[in-house]
């Protein structure tokens, strides 16, 4: 496999995952109440902090997981039910699945809920686990990855109110409903192969 096609392995599921487009919707919507200022240091938070996450996971995930006597065969089963939970509510409601309703002004509102659990949340977290296991070269492209759909996640988070009005609510739901069809599809993908190993 060429190293072209490697990176577009492990980039495609984790952008899916991720879902910058799916987040930036209820970005705007949590942020409505917000001051242009207060928007920018909360897209600045999730950008920062979710990526550190998932950094620090990509480096020391599989580690922590031999610490604790978890194989990487369980964090893709684990990782699996939750990617596949996940894909079905996004596919049913057209939005990223959330755990809060209407909420107070919150200062660290970039941070939680936005930088976990919804974007490095235990799917992210699982999924960037099981691609850096593959090889070093896996590791440095889920590094990569991280990065650059981070830096879309800024972006994003930034200019979310002209992007949406450009997009319009329904294209966005159309939009989270396929990348919830795509998630669903990795996380089966991920139980049959962690089956597969250890049948065999």
């Known amino acids: 496999m060429s190293l072209g096609a490697t990176f577009i392995d492990v980039f495609f599921p984790l952008f899916i995952v991720v879902d910058p487009?799916?987040?930036?919707?209820?970005?705007?919507?949590?942020?409505?109440?917000?001051?242009?200022?207060?928007?920018?240091?909360?897209a600045k938070d999730a950008f920062i902090y979710g990526s550190l996450i998932l950094v620090f996971f990509t480096v020391a995930g599989y580690y922590v997981l031999s610490l604790m006597g978890i194989s990487i065969?369980?964090?893709?089963?684990?990782?699996?039910?939750?990617?596949?939970?996940?894909?079905?509510?996004?596919?049913?409601?057209?939005?990223?699945?959330?755990?809060?309703?209407?909420?107070?002004?919150?200062?660290?509102?970039?941070?939680?809920?936005?930088?976990?659990?919804?974007?490095?949340?235990?799917?992210?977290?699982?999924?960037?686990?099981?691609?850096?296991?593959?090889?070093?070269?896996?590791?440095?492209?889920?590094?990569i990855s991280v990065i650059i759909i981070f830096v879309v996640v800024l972006i994003l988070f930034s200019f979310a109110t002209p992007i949406s009005k450009a997009l319009g609510d329904k294209s966005m739901k159309a939009i989270t409903r396929i990348f919830g069809l795509f998630v669903a599809a990795f996380a089966i993908q991920f139980m049959l192969t962690a089956a597969a190993a250890l049948i065999g």
């Open 21 to 42: 487009f799916g987040t930036m919707a209820l970005f705007l919507t949590m942020t409505s109440d917000y001051s242009e200022i207060e928007k920018r240091t909360a």
């Open 73 to 143: 065969n369980a964090i893709e089963i684990a990782g699996g039910i939750i990617l596949l939970i996940m894909g079905i509510e996004m596919v049913r409601e057209g939005d990223r699945p959330k755990s809060t309703g209407k909420t107070f002004k919150n200062p660290d509102l970039g941070i939680v809920p936005f930088a976990t659990p919804l974007l490095a949340g235990p799917g992210a977290i699982s999924l960037v686990i099981i691609l850096a296991r593959k090889s070093y070269i896996s590791m440095g492209y889920t590094i």
